[in-house]
């Protein structure tokens, strides 16, 4: 889900960069008063586990995706969780609430 709403209308792709946001906090952290913390756009592949989007796509890897939707009915039905996904003892932690 997007809740933020910043998805192209007509192509459905994301409106804003992956770090655009980071980008206009680190201009602004001066006069903010601020320290900002970067991160990366990591993404899981089955050829090499966690590497960056544009790792992932420069080198053509498979990027294996699972929505917050899919996980929820994951762990209502019981089904098994992929690790690549969430750690087993957080899986138990949300599954025992």
């Known amino acids: ?53 544009e790792h992932a796509e420069a080198r053509g890897l498979h990027i294996k995706k699972l929505s917050g939707t899919q996980f929820r009915q994951m762990l209502r039905s019981g089904e098994e969780i992929p690790e690549w996904f969430a750690f087993r003892s957080v899986v138990e932690v949300l599954r025992g609430c």
Do not use: H, W
């Open 1 to 53: 889900r997007d809740m933020a709403g910043c998805k192209s209308s007509i192509s459905g792709s994301d409106f804003y960069g992956p770090y655009q946001a980071q980008d206009f906090a680190r201009d602004q952290a001066t006069e903010l008063g601020m320290e900002t913390v970067p991160s990366l756009n990591l993404v899981y592949t089955e050829e090499e586990g966690y590497v960056t989007a």
